[in-house]
């Protein structure tokens, strides 16, 4: 069984979001993936809409053949991969050949590290998609990995992180 795990950013239709289904869409079909975990809690805007259902919305226009499962509560890439790993923990692990998470290529480099820490018992590839942005974007990712990579060591540490989130999305909504 092949398991893909695609991370939400956002609950706004625009090209990008459409750009990384698209791609992750075409991933999907090549390389036969059964089982989609979609994740994505309600992080931005005030959409009552989660990137989890907002993407199935999108994917299910696109791609019919493929069981899907919605993670609705994360509101990092830190917790998109720990509530993920939670439902990929129920399936039967000796039936699964690999899972693949997919990816921008902003957040390409903390996956990497967070996939190693909390998928350590899968088989994992990390799937990027290219997207141009600004440099002062991917500076801004170096300290998130390092924070975030920490909080998936700590618990203490991954608390703060959703807690300090969750003021921040009260703060900008």
């Known amino acids: 069984m092949k398991v893909g795990i ?23 079909k090549e390389e036969k993936i059964d089982q989609l975990i979609l994740s994505g809690g309600c992080s931005f805007t005030k959409s009552p809409i989660s990137e989890a259902q907002l993407m199935k919305q999108i994917i299910t226009n696109k791609i019919s053949d493929i069981d899907l499962f919605l993670e609705e509560k994360s509101l990092t890439t830190l917790h998109n991969l720990l509530y993920t790993k939670l439902i990929l923990d129920n399936f039967a692990y000796h039936q699964i050949q690999v899972v693949y ?26 799937i990027k998609l290219p997207r141009k942005e600004n440099i002062l974007i991917y500076l801004a990712q170096i300290p998130s990995v390092l924070i975030q990579c920490l909080g998936a060591i700590f618990p203490n540490i991954e608390k703060q992180i959703l807690v300090n989130k969750k003021k921040w999305i009260q703060k900008y909504r």
């Open 6 to 28: 695609v991370c939400g950013y956002g609950n706004i239709v625009d090209d990008n979001l459409t750009d990384y289904l698209d791609f992750v869409i075409s991933h999907i």
């Open 101 to 126: 998470i997919y990816c921008d290529q902003v957040r390409y480099l903390k996956m990497i590290c967070l996939a190693k820490i909390i998928f350590r018992d899968y088989p994992v590839k990390v």
